[in-house]
């Protein structure tokens, strides 16, 4: 399984952006998909999560009400919409995936990663 994450930038703070996941695996419904994100000189921490249908999501607190991950199962392709964009949302954007029913916001979880895209918040 191939993941191949797109749409990082640089932007102001309050700024929105959309990410992209592009990803080979087949059949796309039945893999579970999920964003983390690693800022300098920190851990990659998880960023939010969704099911293989689409109809659950997880997201951690400090992103909830800002950020939005979807999916659309016909293009294979994960989403992740980030608003009111900070400073501190400055990291690289990796998308995971499991063909597993979870959405958990685990590292060791997932079983495929993407190279990740930076995003880069200016205040």
């Known amino acids: 399984v191939q993941l191949q994450a797109s749409g990082g930038g640089s932007v102001q703070a309050g700024d929105s952006l959309r990410l992209s996941c592009a990803a080979s695996a087949r059949p796309f419904d039945t893999y579970a998909m999920a964003w983390f994100r690693q800022a300098p000189g920190k851990e990659r921490k998880f960023v939010a999560a969704?099911?293989?249908?689409?109809?659950?999501?997880n997201y951690d607190v400090s992103v909830r009400g800002r950020f939005t991950i979807s999916r659309d199962n016909a293009k294979n392709t994960l989403y992740l919409d980030l608003n009111t964009l900070a400073s501190w949302d400055t990291a690289v954007y990796y998308c995971a995936a499991v063909q597993q029913p979870l959405l958990s916001p685990l590292e060791s979880d997932y079983e495929y990663w993407g190279r990740g895209t930076q995003v880069t918040v200016s205040s």
């Open positions: 969704i099911s293989g249908p689409g109809r659950s999501t």
